[in-house]
């Protein structure tokens, strides 16, 4: 049977940025299940809840009285009243919708059982006896919502995310399949969200599956794996290798682990300057500045600066695509090459 839910415009909209975002492969319904379980699943206080409950009602003994009776206390302050069981479940879960206010225009989604879901949408509405399941699902939603991106990812792809920790902290080697079902065996070192972005990175050794890579270290990004298999073989990564992956991940970041640095030398105007300032997200390190060129604009002079830039090229030709012609690469003509075909084709592509 489903269940309908109505929820604001911008708070359905972002959900399903997520699905896209995340890279996540199946209906909108089971995006929906996932959310809910995985969040459920997740997040400690719902947890804490559950315990709480089954506690209350004589369904478990999984932990002391003295435990329960110190947890009740400390919400008793806030809410007296009769139900305890009802008012602590309440409270766990009651969100507001602060930042996704239900104003303007309203969606409706619809969330139903299926046998992936094997009927645990309803054990947690069962949890939840006093609240309609609207009001139960749009707050596990909010709850969602609320977390950074890089959680949200690891809540999407909850099960690969809880098996590759898994192998890591046994140091297990394990299969991984990619969603475009290339498969590779890798001796796993670490799972690390990117910087300045909601993506969460798997750092390892990685050897193809057909024997046409040879072993190196690779990056991959959570959401473009499909499946993972334990081995339960030890990894035998050496201490030099060890270095190396530890060097790579400190200098270049999880998303770019698998690349070689590189000096690039940049020459930035004016306005690229202000924009190197602005634009965070995977800007490169910056090795020094010297003064370049001088050239007047509305009559006043406005000094050119010459960036030394250590990053990937993948970095940074990522980067300098958002500076147009306010910069002038100094030094590396396969990296000017690359970034004269980007325009070629953006060119051709809006002519």
Same mark, same amino acid.
């Given at each position: 049977m489903e269940k309908k839910i109505t929820i604001s415009d911008n708070l359905y909209n972002k959900i399903l940025n997520d699905k896209e975002d995340f890279g996540y492969i199946g209906s909108n319904n089971d995006f929906y299940c996932d959310i809910i379980l995985n969040t459920y699943d997740y997040d400690n206080p719902y947890k804490q809840m559950e315990k709480i409950i089954n506690l209350l009602s004589g369904r478990t003994k999984e932990c002391s009285n003295n435990e329960i009776i110190e947890t009740i206390k400390e919400m008793k302050n806030d809410y007296q009243y009769k139900d305890w069981m009802t008012q602590i479940a309440i409270s766990?879960?009651?969100?507001?919708?602060?930042?996704? %206010?239900?104003?303007?225009?309203?969606?409706?989604?619809?969330?139903?059982?299926?046998e992936k879901t094997n009927?645990?949408? &309803? $054990? =947690?509405? +069962?949890e939840f006896a006093a609240s309609s399941a609207s009001e139960i699902y749009k707050n596990?939603?909010?709850k969602y919502i609320s977390y950074p991106a890089y959680i949200r990812e690891q809540i999407i792809h909850q099960k690969n995310y809880k098996e590759l +920790?898994?192998? =890591?902290?046994?140091?297990?080697?394990?299969?991984?399949? !990619?969603? $475009?079902?290339? !498969?590779?065996? =890798? &001796? %796993?070192?670490?799972?690390? %969200? @990117?910087?300045?972005? @909601?993506?969460?990175?798997l750092t390892c050794y990685s050897t193809s599956d057909s024997g046409k890579y +040879?072993?190196?270290?690779?990056?991959?990004?959570?959401? !473009?794996?499909?499946?993972?298999?334990?081995?339960?073989? %030890?990894?035998?990564?050496?201490?030099?290798?060890?270095?190396l992956i530890s060097t790579r991940l400190s200098e270049n970041g999880p998303a770019y682990i698998s690349s070689e640095l590189n000096d690039y030398e940049i020459e930035f105007d004016h306005r690229g300057q202000a924009l190197f300032n602005s634009i965070e997200k995977d800007r490169p390190k910056r090795i020094s500045i010297e003064p370049?060129?001088?050239?007047?604009?509305n009559d006043k002079p406005q000094q050119y600066l010459i960036y030394t830039l250590r990053?990937?090229? *993948?970095?940074?030709?990522?980067?300098?695509?958002? *500076?147009? #012609?306010?910069? $002038?690469?100094?030094?590396?003509?396969?990296?000017?090459?690359?970034?004269?075909? #980007?325009y070629e084709k953006a060119y051709k592509q809006f002519n």
């Open positions: 766990i879960v009651k969100l507001s919708e602060t930042s996704y %206010p239900l104003v303007g225009d309203r969606k409706e989604i619809f969330i139903r059982e299926t009927g645990n949408l &309803e $054990k =947690i509405l +069962n596990i939603l909010l +920790n898994e192998c =890591i902290k046994k140091k297990i080697k394990c299969k991984i399949v !990619t969603v $475009k079902g290339n !498969t590779f065996i =890798i &001796e %796993p070192y670490k799972m690390l %969200p @990117g910087k300045d972005e @909601g993506h969460n990175y +040879n072993r190196s270290i690779q990056s991959y990004k959570l959401s !473009t794996i499909a499946n993972v298999y334990k081995l339960f073989e %030890p990894c035998s990564l050496s201490e030099d290798e060890l270095s370049g060129k001088i050239e007047y604009y990053c990937t090229e *993948f970095q940074i030709l990522n980067y300098l695509k958002q *500076f147009s #012609y306010h910069v $002038k690469i100094l030094n590396n003509d396969n990296l000017k090459k690359k970034l004269m075909e #980007y």
